[in-house]
């Protein structure tokens, strides 16, 4: 019992942890696969690459922010009901299945700045009571889904979802 007691502070590193090696694994095979560039070109493993980066700079900010709720001992998990089930990661689910129904209908840029929106809320990005943290919440996904936008149509000329209003 005591054991019990001693990892149940260290529970929600778990899932990071997991995610650390998954990306590990992805990243070893995505430069198992070639060059970066080719011809001056991104080649076939670079977004593999910068994936990886991005999911490992996400995955440290949120296993330090798990260690330095640890510490303080003030957890602020959802609980529902007197077991503890994390909420949060269902939300997530909940919102990347709206995205995937939605992006063929609303269209990349409708969709992508709700899913982003959804997924700031989640995460408590600014007071969500007061309009000036929701402006600025709504904000920060115009801007996020906007790059992610550019980056995709001019860097690799793909042509995201428009949606039937358009």
Same mark, same amino acid.
């Given at each position: 019992?005591?054991?019990?007691?001693? %990892? @149940?502070?260290?529970?929600?590193?778990?899932?990071? *942890? =997991?995610?650390?090696?998954?990306?590990?694994?992805? +990243?070893?095979?995505?430069? #198992?696969?070639?060059?970066?560039?080719?011809?001056?070109?991104?080649?076939?493993?670079?977004?593999? /690459?910068?994936? #990886?980066?991005?999911?490992?700079?996400?995955?440290? @900010? %949120?296993?330090?922010? !798990? &260690?330095?709720? $640890?510490?303080?001992?003030?957890?602020? !998990? $959802?609980?529902?009901?007197?077991?503890? %089930?994390?909420?949060?990661?269902?939300? *997530?689910?909940?919102?990347? +299945?709206? =995205?995937?129904?939605?992006?063929?209908?609303?269209?990349?840029?409708?969709?992508?700045?709700?899913?982003?929106?959804?997924?700031?809320? &989640?995460?408590? /990005?600014?007071?969500?009571?007061?309009?000036?943290?929701?402006? %600025?919440?709504?904000?920060?996904?115009? $801007? &996020?889904?906007?790059? /992610?936008?550019?980056?995709?149509?001019?860097?690799?000329?793909?042509? =995201?979802? !428009?949606? /039937?209003? &358009?």
């Amino acid at each position: 019992m005591q054991l019990l007691a001693k %990892i @149940t502070p260290y529970r929600p590193l778990v899932l990071p *942890i =997991l995610l650390l090696i998954f990306t590990t694994t992805y +990243l070893q095979d995505a430069l #198992s696969t070639g060059m970066l560039f080719r011809y001056g070109l991104p080649g076939a493993s670079f977004m593999p /690459v910068v994936l #990886s980066v991005i999911m490992y700079v996400g995955v440290a @900010t %949120i296993i330090l922010r !798990e &260690i330095a709720a $640890i510490r303080r001992s003030s957890c602020t !998990e $959802i609980q529902s009901g007197s077991n503890g %089930i994390h909420l949060a990661p269902l939300c *997530i689910a909940g919102a990347t +299945l709206g =995205l995937v129904l939605f992006l063929k209908i609303l269209g990349f840029l409708m969709a992508g700045t709700l899913y982003v929106f959804v997924l700031l809320s &989640i995460f408590r /990005v600014q007071d969500s009571r007061s309009l000036r943290g929701l402006a %600025i919440r709504a904000a920060i996904s115009v $801007i &996020i889904t906007g790059l /992610v936008y550019l980056f995709f149509r001019t860097l690799f000329s793909v042509r =995201l979802p !428009e949606g /039937v209003f &358009i």
